[in-house]
Structure formats: structure tokens, C-alpha cells
């Protein structure tokens, strides 16, 4: 959410001891590193240089000592296509007879996504305790 790009392992296993991973993600010419040697069963890819209008795939393999298991790879993600945008932060502030509303924007794991969000409107919808109608 919020354009973060978040690989993670599914692995069906009770527990081995020594077992890493390595998680790839690509750009459209190659595969670059982003995880190595990690125990970790998710892979932040981020911040290895992402564009918001990059398509990617996210890619891994387990390590147990000599042994490796095939690469198992991600479906295909455009950032600026398939990022879903959370709520934005909202606060109340009564002052006398006066409701103050302040709102936020979310915020994004890449700046960068602003310029593809840059226009953005709220409906807000408001009551009297114990009116039915809004």
C-alpha cells in the first residue's frame, strides 16, 4: 500500500536451522540483488532504486548450505497502475461552536508517487449524535 514494494516468501516448512534466502527483483533489461542470505520470509525492494512507473517482478530461491531450490518468481507489478492509497489522517478539534477538520494525505514509500497522485479530493460526511440522516 502506498507504493511499497514488499516481496514475500510463502514457505511451508515446521523449521530448519541454516535456511536463507535470496530475493531478486527486476527492472525491464535484469534481475538486480535485493535480499541476500536472509532468514527473513519478506524482502523490501524499495529502496534499491524503484520508479514509479517501472514494471517489476519480484524473484527468490532458498539456500540450505550446497543445496538450492528452484526460482520461484513474482507476477508482474506497475507501481503506478497497482499501487493501492490508503486513507489519509484525520483530525477533529471542537472550538466553541466550531468543528475543526484537519486532513493528511498519506503518505507514500516512494515521494516520487506524489506527481502521479497529485490531485486528490475527500468527501467528508458528518452527523449529529443521534440523527439517522447524514
Known amino acids: 500500500m502506498n507504493a511499497c514494494f514488499m516481496l514475500f516468501v510463502a514457505w511451508v516448512i515446521v523449521k530448519v536451522c541454516h535456511?536463507?534466502?535470496?530475493?531478486?527483483?527486476?527492472?525491464?533489461?535484469s534481475y538486480r540483488r535485493?535480499?541476500?542470505?536472509?532468514?527473513?520470509?519478506q524482502c523490501d525492494l524499495t529502496s534499491f532504486n524503484i520508479s514509479v512507473y517501472g514494471i517489476y517482478r519480484g524473484k527468490v530461491q532458498a539456500l540450505l548450505g550446497a543445496e538450492t531450490s528452484d526460482w520461484v518468481e513474482s507476477n508482474q507489478t506497475t507501481l503506478?497502475?497497482?499501487?493501492?492509497?490508503?486513507?489519509?489522517?484525520?483530525?477533529?478539534?471542537?472550538n466553541g461552536l466550531t468543528l475543526e477538520v484537519s486532513i493528511?494525505?498519506?503518505v507514500f514509500q516512494i515521494s516520487s508517487l506524489r506527481t502521479?497522485?497529485?490531485?486528490v479530493t475527500?468527501?467528508?460526511?458528518?452527523w449529529k449524535k443521534g440523527q439517522e440522516d447524514q
Open 34 to 41: 535485493g535480499c541476500v542470505n536472509t532468514t527473513a520470509l
Open 122 to 126: 475527500y468527501n467528508i460526511t458528518y
Open 19 to 29: 535456511l536463507v534466502f535470496v530475493c531478486l527483483r527486476s527492472s525491464a533489461t
Open 104 to 106: 493528511q494525505d498519506p
Open 80 to 94: 503506478d497502475k497497482d499501487t493501492q492509497i490508503g486513507p489519509p489522517s484525520m483530525s477533529l478539534l471542537s
Open 116 to 119: 502521479v497522485y497529485s490531485v
